[in-house]
């Protein structure tokens, strides 16, 4: 056999890688071409959320899913809104176990095994009360129940006391008797001895006296009003990152629910452009 010569095979090596890199590029296409769509989707999502369109959020979240590791992020971000925003919590239940399935020691694991437990127990006791309304809801019924119950009980209470006093007569009320009033003589003139005249009667008259001036009421001035001094706005806090902080975990901290971590990435935007990509000692504003 005919020896090759060593520009023929430093031509055929590089034939060979050629091929290779495009063998790879063919495999992984399908791959990136996923990444664009399920990114695009989740980013869409969220710009929908900053502008309460949380329906339409739903919409392209799921347009993101795929079933692949991937696609476990917008897993997550359909169960906060499910949970926060539209109050469903067994569509947020499911969406948050098919992110643990999906990506079991992923980035937001760990506030996601919190939720399914906390989910679960409020599901297992609507469905012991026989209800399916959220529990907002059927706190709200059970408020307005109880009243009813107390308005109820102060109706029987005024009827019972009304047919208690239904038979019994009532006295008449008795004129006061007044005392019986004697005419008294009138008083004339005293009797003049006999053989004596009468006098002119002379009135004289009184003098007048002058009229006091009245003194003017004294009007006492109002009192100047002071004013309410204006209520001085609370300044923003902040928080520094530690390691695995999330903004849903930073939000569910200073506002009680993980939905707000909007407001602080709106707020952060500056040092913050990617949500997803906090980093240990950065300080985060909290509006």
Known sequence: MRAMSKP????????????????????????LLTISQSGRGIRDGNDAVLRGEFQKAVQHYESA????????????????????????EVAALHHFERYLELAPQGQFSTDVRGYVDRLRLVIVSQLAEGTVVPAREAARLKNENL??????????????????????????????????????????????????????????????????????????????????PAPTPSAPQSHTVVSGDTLS????????????????????????????????GMVLTIP
């Open 147 to 228: 009243e009813l119950r107390q308005e109820n009980a102060e109706l029987r209470d005024q009827q019972s006391k009304a047919k208690s006093t239904a038979g019994r007569p009532v006295p008449a009320a008795t004129p006061a008797q007044r005392p019986a009033l004697t005419a008294l003589p009138e008083a004339g003139p005293p009797a003049l001895p006999a053989g004596a005249t009468p006098e002119p009667e002379v009135r004289r008259a009184l003098p007048l006296s002058a009229p006091q001036p009245v003194a003017p009421a004294s009007v006492a001035a109002p009192a100047a009003a002071v004013p309410t």
């Open 249 to 280: 975990k930073i939000s569910r901290k200073y506002y009680g629910n993980s939905a707000d971590w909007q407001k602080i990435a709106e707020a952060n935007k500056a040092i913050l452009p990617d949500p997803t990509k906090l980093k240990v």
């Open 65 to 88: 899913l795929d079933g692949t590791l991937l696609t476990a992020e917008a897993h997550y971000r359909l169960g906060l809104v499910y949970e926060d925003k539209l109050k469903n």
């Open 8 to 31: 023929a095979v430093r031509a055929l090596r590089r034939t060979g890688r050629a091929f290779c890199f495009a063998g790879i590029l063919l495999s992984g296409g399908c791959d």
